[in-house]
């Protein structure tokens, strides 16, 4: 029986535009035509080897599925979901802080103080285990998007999102004032095919490292 | 948001058919191995953990039977002076599961080998890694593979270290997701945190035949974990001349699935493709002397759901039924 494709989910948005030159020109380079379309299921440079361009939050239910058999997604994302998948390495790039941002001005301790602080943010697991770890108590507001516009409207008091260079927050009038944690993009793999397969999954693995790693 | 429904599934003609079929066929084989079938009630009393199914009869809250070795083992304990040596099982479990997939009422099929504390159980192991190896056969799976691992590796070193609670827990996680550079984030700044991140990459670095082992030599905890390497050892070198052509036998030094439980060499069953393991075990000898006996006990179960939704999704793994 011929075997069926390994597909790798590869995140779309700001990882991906981030990956994609990097695997230009390695084994697992996406197919350009296809990159060009609307298609979301992608050939790559390996045959048997195919792309799935996916939204990072949901990226991570297809590989733990094992629907993909490899995944690259954001280390913050994996945080914020209670998936079970392996997470085989830190690749370094796309690296970002998830901080805790105000209008400037505002300080952290003028955020302490507030009787009843109101915090946007897509991040609610890691905000709270902040504000669990800060001994504090907040109203989350959740947003799925375009976070830097609630502190400015009123919808909240401060934001929890990523930051990378600033430039969003600086054009918001926003500054950090705490930093939660840090992300970079993560290698996932599904745990099912990983474990029953290792001499499928474990080469491509290498390869995808060894194409990332390569590029660096 | 974690979205849950209850996934309770009918059993249809061919699955029902195949079930009555997997059950009789690996309940003959653990019989004529000397396991003898005990049948908890449906219906526990006593604390429920989360997840459980839960109910009131009454003014009693009641639950339906979560786990056969935990029901088992309240059987046991209250009802025989002396441990039975070999007991058997055959049953539907009822949980709320961690995944979405998984359905609520699941079927099973395991056996336990139960000693008084003290005696030597490295012939237990084995016999229950045989048994192991014979359930393939016994289902019609074409391929299959065997993991051998020991939840010692991990706990031994932890405890060593003065390492519990969240801080264990959040090592433990790490393995689990075979994240070697978790670990080190979460042992930074602790003083034992070099050497338990070494050790971690040790475990992590093979998931392979026999030669795994000779990775525990480049641990900093070499030393501490040779007993549990020569008892690993041992079982490889008992194991490996009777393997049936169709099973691979692995060494994963990462297992730490249950390690809340297990507190020796577990045993995992896969077949090449699958998304869930197809059959679980190992030793808990921390299990009997909780409720009070001194007796310590190892088994495995054999998870029939994930088999039939195996057989669904893969039917090319099976041989077809004659």
Redesign the interface.
Known sequence: MTQPPVLIAFPKGRLGDELVPRLAGTPLALDTAALKSRVLRIPTATPGVAALLLKGADLPRYVAAGVASLGIVGSDTLDEMDVDLLELADLGFGACRLSLCALAGVTLEQLRARPHLRLATKFPKATEAWLAREGLTAELVPLSSSAELAPLLGLADAIVDLVQTGGTLRAHGLVETAVLGRSSARLVAARGAYLSEPGRIRPLADLLLGALKDKA | M?VRTPHFPDLLFGSAARLRRWEGALMDLLAAHGYRELHPSLVLRGAVPEGGLRFFDGDDLVALRWDFTVALAGLLARGFPAPPDRVAYAGAVFRRP??P?EAVERFEVGCERIQPEGEATNEADVELARLLMAIPGALGLKSA?L?LGNAALVRRPLEAEGIFGELADAVVAALS???P??VREALDGHPSGARLSAHAEALLSE??GPRTLDALASSPYAELLAGEREHMDRALQALLPILPPNLEL?V?LADVAGLGFYTGPTL?L????????LAAGGRYDRLFPGLGRPWQAAGFCVRLSRLLDLAETRP?LFEQPQ
């Open positions: 974690p961690v995944q997939w593979i993991h997701r075979r994240a550079h978790r998931l392979d692995r994963d995992r896969w077949a090449p493709g699958a998304q869930q393991e090319d």
